[in-house]
């Protein structure tokens, strides 16, 4: 059984720190990994993607990959309450037409 | 910007009627996918479909049915409603690097 997987949480962080989001998959073969973002009642929301080993940065949002230690993260630097969310780790593992998603983690922000 | 809509954000059925969710994605995509997503389960993969009258069961399957006439509708069919159907239903389509766009999500309610 294809896995990944994430810590549940809650993680809670004060505004104006990082919070630091960790995932872990079972699939060696793994090609592409996302991140999404889903508030709560709402569907989720595609915030990040990473391909290749190392650092991909988009504003705020920062996704580190390392495939051989099977494990991508994701770090938000200066938190925002407007972050608070579950936030969702997905891998595509080679080959496949889908996404493999992990059970999310909650992130609080407190202001 | 992807484009995917669901025909309602909001439903409530009786046990045994025939449901049709239906799901449309503007950026002529392929593959489209049917999940469901209930608390402490996750997204769980119903069906997905990778062309036009083509459709491939997921991981959960027994009680739905799904229909692609054109590539860019999906609709998900709950052949007789029963009340452990109750859930948040969320379409996506897959763009070219395996990323998902999800819809809004329709949350079904079965009594």
């Known amino acids: 059984q294809k896995e990944v997987e994430q810590n549940s949480g809650p993680l809670s962080v004060p505004e104006g720190a990082i919070a630091s989001l960790n995932c872990t998959y079972s699939?060696?073969?793994?090609?592409?990994f996302f991140w999404y973002r889903q508030y709560s009642g709402k569907s989720p929301e595609l915030i990040m993607s990473?391909?290749?080993?190392g650092d991909k940065e988009d504003g705020r949002f920062t996704a580190q990959l390392n495939k051989a230690s099977q494990y991508v993260s994701l770090l938000i630097r200066d938190s925002q309450p407007s972050d608070s969310a579950t936030y969702l780790c997905?891998?595509?593992?080679?080959?496949?037409?889908?996404?493999?998603f992990g059970k999310g983690t909650k992130l609080t922000v407190n202001p | 910007d992807v484009k995917v809509t669901q025909s309602s954000r909001y439903l409530v059925k009786r046990t045994g009627e025939k449901v049709f969710l239906e799901c449309v994605q503007d950026?002529?995509?392929?593959?489209m996918f049917w999940y469901r997503q209930d608390p402490g389960l996750g997204l769980r993969l119903i069906y997905f479909?990778?062309?036009?009258?083509?459709?491939e069961k997921g991981d959960i399957p027994e009680g739905y049915s799904v229909s692609r006439e054109k590539k860019e509708r999906f609709s998900l069919i709950l052949e007789s409603a029963s009340t452990n159907q109750t859930s948040m239903y969320l379409c996506?389509?897959?763009?070219?690097?395996?990323?998902?766009?999800f819809g809004p999500g329709t949350r079904l309610t079965v009594t």
């Open positions: 996506a389509s897959r763009g070219t690097l395996y990323e998902q766009y």
């Open positions: 699939d060696r073969g793994s090609q592409s």
């Open positions: 990473i391909y290749s080993n």
């Open positions: 997905a891998v595509n593992q080679g080959g496949s037409e889908k996404l493999v």
């Open positions: 950026m002529d995509h392929e593959n």
């Open positions: 479909s990778y062309d036009v009258k083509m459709k």
